[in-house]
């Protein structure tokens, strides 16, 4: 329901809009109290974004209305950063002058309180606007000031990136929201892209291929690199519950919405499924296969899933789901798909040998760079993740290597090996996620285990797929040596920039012409000194007698075997009695007692006895020694 406040009289021209505005706005700057200042505010913004359809009012407002993102107030500052998402979803032309500002409540959000709100507040705003921004950027080519802007955004767009690792969770979460939003915008949607949610606003398929300040092969690049940072989470082993579900719920989504990552994502599934954070509780890991066992029935009704079919029923399988689960969220139309899926393949087949004969025809031909596929939609620069293909050859080599060895004589070996080190009792988290494997023994298994240990072991760069690229690499290295020491053409391979630059083209925006934070006044810390008084319980009389009693005893154990060491180990021994004699005498004296242990005169006479250099092995023969045994 909309805020009654917000309805007000209507208003005959701009100008007596622009007095209103105005007057909303100083009364939000001459009042004290934040509640009353957020109203007027709201109430400006309603203005400017809704009745106001020129777009004029805003440009001339815009400077007044961020002006209260350098408040003190974190209410004040998430205001502003939600009137810079409205505003830029309206006229992306807003940016020029609040992506300084964006900049600010980023970086100063850890100096403030509330200072976390800010952050998560300013990632989710640039979550949101990045699709409008990239839309916004690819339109003007020839622009000086957009280039100088999305150069600032890009820099802006690192610096969240670099939260991914952050210490806090919440932050880290949005991080993982504003990698997806990369993700889809820069990359190519299909015609069997899950558009369910929504259209895109923004994807890689509108970026020209010609424009001046963006990169088409640098944005499809870094997408894919943010892609695998974010399948690199899962790996991680003390992420917690939270966030490896946001990742989770991320990665699928990109599956259905870009089939082109489906099939490493759903390796990178296969390997969290084996192996979940050991840090995660039995209720945890229950939920996470119950989450993951949802996401991958939704990614079975997805058509571009056809091929992966027998991986996907496997490992639903393998998660506790029913055949007839698995059969409804099966795609209605299956065996048209599967029609239009051979046509697809053999369409792809014929002209790649086509290409491959006329390629081995023109061999020592010199190469333009038009001949390196910059105009093919999946071309990437300098051997790019996309579509990862040595990785998946690796693990394929290592999955069948696996298979032909994975008899049943093996497996009982490795069962027997495996016995000494299990528990004695069942985990109770591994009895409550465990669950009957239907097809176990079948060939379809087999072949699921085969993948899932090869995947593991080419994540760790062993097994002979991992070695035969490893020789491949090497072979094509010194292949492009030798052909660079010959004088052929070797095209440059060009670094990857966030942003989509390339080259050392030196930034458009100089160091310090992002203004940084204010600086706000930390509050001085009252140094708290340690006070035995009030930081220690004091003791009671039972307590320390008892303590004094056990030191005195443990002492005079000691001194039966110095007795017949040398006489220089006496006065250490007297000099530590008389310390805690002394310290006893304060404690009774706090605690207005009198009564003290006949030992006292015993220890002085032992003193008096080593002052007058008189040996005291002969006093503890004598009379001495009955003291000694009453002590």
Same mark, same amino acid.
């Given at each position: 329901?909309?805020?009654?406040?917000?309805?007000?009289?209507?208003?005959?021209?701009?100008?007596?809009?622009?007095?209103?505005?105005?007057?909303?706005?100083?009364?939000?700057? +001459?009042?004290?109290?934040? %509640? $009353?200042? @957020? =109203?007027?505010?709201?109430?400006?913004?309603?203005? *400017? &974004?809704?009745?106001?359809?020129?777009?004029?009012?805003?440009?001339?407002?815009?400077?007044?209305?961020?002006?209260?993102?350098?408040?003190?107030?974190?209410?004040?500052?998430?205001?502003?950063?939600?009137?810079?998402?409205? +505003?830029?979803?309206?006229? %992306? $032309?807003? @940016? =020029?002058?609040?992506?300084?500002?964006?900049?600010? *409540? &980023?970086?100063?959000?850890?100096?403030?309180?509330?200072?976390?709100?800010?952050?998560?507040?300013?990632?989710?705003?640039?979550?949101?606007?990045?699709?409008?921004?990239?839309?916004?950027?690819?339109?003007?080519?020839?622009? +000086?000031?957009?280039?100088?802007?999305?150069?600032?955004?890009?820099?802006?767009?690192?610096?969240?990136?670099?939260?991914?690792?952050?210490?806090?969770?919440?932050?880290?979460?949005?991080?993982?929201?504003?990698?997806?939003?990369?993700?889809?915008?820069?990359?190519?949607?299909?015609?069997?892209?899950?558009?369910?949610?929504?259209?895109?606003?923004?994807?890689?398929?509108?970026?020209?291929?010609?424009?001046?300040?963006?990169?088409?092969?640098?944005?499809?690049?870094?997408?894919?690199?943010?892609?695998?940072?974010?399948?690199?989470?899962?790996?991680?082993?003390?992420?917690?519950?939270?966030?490896?579900?946001?990742?989770?719920?991320?990665?699928?989504?990109?599956?259905?919405?870009?089939?082109?990552?489906?099939?490493?994502?759903?390796?990178?599934?296969?390997?969290?499924?084996?192996?979940?954070?050991?840090?995660?509780?039995?209720?945890?890991?229950?939920?996470?296969?119950?989450?993951?066992?949802?996401?991958?029935?939704?990614?079975?009704?997805?058509?571009?899933?056809?091929?992966?079919?027998?991986?996907?029923?496997?490992?639903?399988?393998?998660?506790?789901?029913?055949?007839?689960?698995?059969?409804?969220?099966?795609?209605?139309?299956?065996?048209?798909?599967?029609?239009?899926?051979?046509?697809?393949?053999?369409?792809?087949?014929?002209?790649?040998?086509?290409?491959?004969?006329?390629?081995?025809?023109?061999?020592?031909?010199?190469?333009?760079?038009?001949?390196?596929?910059?105009?093919?939609?999946?071309?990437?620069?300098?051997?790019?993740?996309?579509?990862?293909?040595?990785?998946?050859?690796?693990?394929?080599?290592?999955?069948?290597?696996?298979?032909?060895?994975?008899?049943?004589?093996?497996?009982?070996?490795?069962?027997?090996?495996?016995?000494?080190?299990?528990?004695?009792?069942?985990?109770?988290?591994?009895?409550?996620?465990?669950?009957?494997?239907?097809?176990?023994?079948?060939?379809?298994?087999?072949?699921?285990?085969?993948?899932?240990?090869?995947?593991?072991?080419?994540?760790?760069?062993?097994?002979?797929?991992?070695?035969?690229?490893?020789?491949?690499?090497?072979?094509?290295?010194?292949?492009?040596?030798?052909?660079?020491?010959?004088?052929?053409?070797?095209?440059?391979?060009?670094?990857?920039?966030?942003?989509?630059?390339?080259?050392?083209?030196?930034?458009?925006?100089?160091?310090?012409?992002?203004?940084?934070?204010?600086?706000?006044?930390?509050?001085?810390?009252?140094?708290?000194?340690?006070?035995?008084?009030?930081?220690?319980?004091?003791?009671?009389?039972?307590?320390?007698?008892?303590?004094?009693?056990?030191?005195?005893?443990?002492?005079?154990?000691?001194?039966?075997?110095?007795?017949?060491?040398?006489?220089?180990?006496?006065?250490?021994?007297?000099?530590?009695?008389?310390?805690?004699?002394?310290?006893?005498?304060?404690?009774?004296?706090?605690?207005?007692?009198?009564?003290?242990?006949?030992?006292?005169?015993?220890?002085?006479?032992?003193?008096?006895?080593?002052?007058?250099?008189?040996?005291?092995?002969?006093?503890?023969?004598?009379?001495?020694?009955?003291?000694?045994?009453?002590?």
């Amino acid at each position: 329901m909309a805020n009654p406040d917000l309805f007000l009289e209507p208003l005959e021209s701009n100008d007596k809009l622009a007095d209103r505005i105005g007057e909303v706005i100083r009364e939000a700057q +001459a009042t004290s109290d934040k %509640a $009353e200042k @957020l =109203k007027c505010l709201s109430k400006a913004e309603h203005f *400017l &974004l809704n009745v106001d359809n020129s777009g004029h009012l805003l440009d001339n407002f815009l400077d007044e209305m961020l002006e209260f993102a350098s408040s003190d107030d974190f209410h004040m500052r998430c205001f502003c950063a939600n009137f810079i998402e409205k +505003a830029c979803k309206k006229d %992306a $032309e807003v @940016l =020029k002058k609040a992506i300084t500002h964006l900049s600010y *409540l &980023l970086m100063s959000g850890s100096q403030s309180r509330g200072g976390v709100k800010v952050m998560k507040r300013v990632i989710i705003v640039c979550t949101n606007i990045y699709p409008y921004i990239l839309k916004w950027a690819c339109s003007r080519k020839a622009d +000086a000031e957009v280039e100088k802007c999305w150069e600032a955004f890009s820099v802006l767009k690192g610096r969240i990136i670099s939260h991914a690792d952050s210490d806090n969770e919440g932050i880290r979460t949005m991080t993982f929201k504003f990698l997806e939003a990369i993700v889809l915008s820069q990359s190519l949607k299909t015609e069997e892209s899950d558009t369910s949610k929504g259209e895109d606003v923004m994807t890689l398929n509108e970026v020209p291929r010609d424009h001046r300040f963006i990169s088409y092969r640098k944005l499809q690049s870094e997408a894919a690199v943010n892609l695998q940072s974010l399948m690199d989470q899962t790996a991680l082993p003390h992420i917690s519950a939270q966030n490896l579900l946001t990742v989770l719920t991320v990665l699928c989504t990109i599956s259905k919405r870009r089939p082109e990552y489906m099939a490493r994502i759903l390796d990178c599934l296969e390997a969290l499924h084996i192996n979940l954070p050991p840090t995660l509780g039995a209720s945890q890991v229950k939920s996470m296969r119950k989450e993951l066992k949802a996401h991958l029935l939704r990614i079975l009704k997805h058509p571009s899933s056809l091929p992966l079919h027998l991986r996907i029923t496997t490992l639903l399988t393998d998660l506790g789901a029913s055949q007839s689960e698995i059969n409804r969220s099966m795609p209605a139309n299956i065996a048209e798909l599967r029609r239009k899926a051979s046509k697809r393949q053999t369409a792809v087949e014929e002209p790649a040998a086509k290409k491959k004969a006329k390629k081995d025809d023109a061999s020592g031909v010199p190469l333009d760079d038009d001949d390196y596929g910059d105009d093919e939609p999946g071309a990437t620069d300098g051997g790019a993740p996309i579509p990862d293909s040595a990785h998946q050859s690796a693990i394929d080599i290592t999955a069948e290597f696996i298979y032909e060895r994975l008899n049943p004589k093996l497996v009982a070996n490795l069962v027997l090996i495996s016995l000494v080190t299990l528990p004695d009792e069942m985990p109770a988290a591994f009895a409550s996620s465990f669950t009957q494997i239907a097809t176990a023994g079948t060939e379809q298994h087999r072949r699921h285990l085969a993948r899932s240990m090869a995947t593991q072991a080419t994540a760790q760069e062993l097994g002979p797929g991992a070695e035969q690229m490893r020789k491949e690499k090497l072979a094509k290295f010194m292949e492009r040596q030798s052909a660079r020491k010959d004088g052929a053409f070797i095209p440059p391979t060009p670094a990857v920039h966030i942003g989509g630059h390339q080259g050392p083209k030196p930034p458009l925006v100089p160091l310090g012409a992002l203004p940084g934070p204010a600086p706000i006044p930390a509050v001085p810390k009252v140094k708290q000194q340690f006070n035995i008084f009030t930081d220690t319980r004091e003791l009671s009389r039972e307590e320390a007698e008892s303590l004094f009693e056990n030191c005195f005893h443990a002492i005079m154990k000691a001194e039966r075997r110095f007795q017949f060491l040398s006489s220089s180990c006496l006065p250490h021994l007297i000099q530590a009695l008389c310390h805690f004699v002394e310290s006893y005498l304060s404690l009774l004296t706090l605690s207005k007692t009198t009564d003290f242990p006949s030992a006292v005169a015993h220890l002085v006479s032992v003193q008096e006895m080593s002052a007058r250099n008189i040996s005291p092995h002969t006093q503890l023969e004598g009379s001495g020694s009955a003291d000694h045994c009453e002590l």
